[in-house]
């Protein structure tokens, strides 16, 4: 299938469980007819506010993916929901949840690089603390279109960019929830950069807008074509947004510019 209607879908998540469960089921109403696949943000079930918490980990059994499970079959679309602290073989990492058409659950993807950081001037965060690395890349195919996953954090990781690009990926996908911070400094500069050198695809779906007093998170999700153009940028007033994308504008910017033909270093990954 070479073309693939995408939506990206910006939240402002809290700590209520329901309350996001509640925001991203109105998400899915509010897509446009026609929408093949959506992609939602790190952290999209549940966000850490209250200092200390510990985060309440799920599975893939868990009854709060019931109901997008049945939008997933009712539309027969696919569902990215970006991360969700998810319990595997008994430990909680922050997983990537994907729903296929059918309403079957997976979890294709964990995150590799953890947020520890300290920047200067703001509160630190470790995300280790709480979470187990994820130890591999993964490519999935969503209606004939080669996907490759990502959190937040990996945005910063060359290597892992260049192993999707090695594998000559359709797309890949961030979901994210950058500080402010760095969101004014490095989001939109990194993401078109990924798009560009993997010519590719970038679906970046953020979180945006203060969640809690002291926790801010940067927002501008956004759709990025294999040039590198953004053609689709999330707002305050739209938090839900859309393209039809085309396989053919992969292979046109491939062939203006054969990258796959001069690349010299071998995968870190091999």
């Known amino acids: 299938m070479d073309i693939l209607k995408v939506a990206v879908c910006e939240m402002t998540s809290t700590d209520d469980w329901q309350k996001n469960q509640t925001d991203v089921l109105a998400k899915l109403r509010a897509l446009p007819d026609g929408t093949q696949f959506v ?15 510990k985060i309440p980990p799920v599975e893939l059994q868990d009854p709060i993916f019931k109901p997008l499970s049945a939008v997933a079959l009712d539309k ?23 729903i296929d058409p059918s309403g079957k659950l997976t979890s294709p993807y964990q995150k590799l690089h953890l947020f ?8 630190s965060y470790r995300e280790s603390d709480q979470f187990l690395h994820g130890t591999k890349p993964s490519i999935i195919d ?16 060359a290597e ?10 359709d797309m890949i996908l961030v979901p994210s929830a950058f500080t402010v911070p ?7 500069i990194l993401l078109r950069a990924r798009a560009i050198e993997s010519q590719c695809y970038v679906l970046a779906a ?14 501008h999700s956004v759709i990025i074509d294999p040039w590198g153009k953004i053609l689709a940028e999330a707002t305050v007033e739209h938090k839900v947004i859309s393209s039809t994308l085309n396989l053919s504008e992969i292979k046109k910017v491939r062939t203006q510019i054969p990258m796959k033909h001069h690349r010299k270093n071998p995968s870190i990954y091999s």
């Open 116 to 123: 520890d950081v300290e920047i200067s001037g703001h509160k």
């Open 160 to 169: 892992l960019y260049n192993y999707y690009a090695q594998n000559e990926v």
């Open 76 to 98: 027969k679309l696919w569902i990215h929901l970006g991360s969700v602290p998810l319990i595997l073989n008994g430990r909680t990492q922050n997983a990537t949840v994907m």
């Open 206 to 219: 953020a979180q945006g807008g203060q969640h809690s007093p002291g926790r801010e998170t940067y927002g």
């Open 142 to 157: 969503v209606n004939g279109w080669k996907l490759g996953l990502t959190i937040c954090y990996d945005l910063r990781f």
């Open 182 to 188: 760095t969101g004014l400094a490095h989001w939109e």
């Open 39 to 53: 992609s939602f943000p790190e952290n999209s079930l549940y966000m850490r506010l209250k200092e200390g918490a």
